[in-house]
Nanobody, 123 residues
Framework: QVQLVESGGGLVQAGGSLRLSCAAS????????MGWFRQAPGKEREFVAS????????NYADSVKGRFTISRDNAKNTVYLQMNSLKPEDTAVYYC????????????????WGQGTQVTVSS
């Protein structure tokens, strides 16, 4: 069983940057693909970015492509989401999630989830 704990959320002005971290416990992290999802108030949770088990492949939602970067450090059991050029529409609770090996944008494919961290972007 893998447990995930997100951190790094907060309040930032539009145009600013934040880096989210997701620390994982458990021995399967290095064999897991990881993803970031977000849920804005009144909206369904949506895919943001994912990375495969080795870090050699990533994919992104069109809305964040070129602004966000997902990365991982398997030695630290941690996955990151660097968010630049933030916009008010990026305001949401951000969740990290894990699944075996291959990356995916499809939420039901993910087996375990963190509790989420709030990101608020003011205009």
């Amino acid at each position: 069983q893998v447990q995930l704990v997100e951190s790094g959320g907060g309040l930032v002005q539009a145009g600013g940057s934040l880096r989210l971290s997701c620390a994982a416990s458990g021995r399967t992290f290095s064999r897991s693909a990881m993803g970031w999802f977000r849920q804005a108030p009144g909206k369904e949770r949506e895919f943001v970015a994912s990375i495969n088990w080795s870090g050699s492949a990533t994919n992104y939602a069109d809305s964040v492509k070129g602004r966000f970067t997902i990365s991982r450090d398997n030695a630290k059991n941690t996955v990151y989401l660097q968010m630049n050029s933030l916009k008010p529409e990026d305001t949401a609770v951000y969740y990290c999630a894990g699944k075996p090996r291959t990356l995916s944008y499809y939420e039901p494919n993910y087996d375990y989830w963190g509790q989420g961290t709030q990101v608020t972007v003011s205009s």
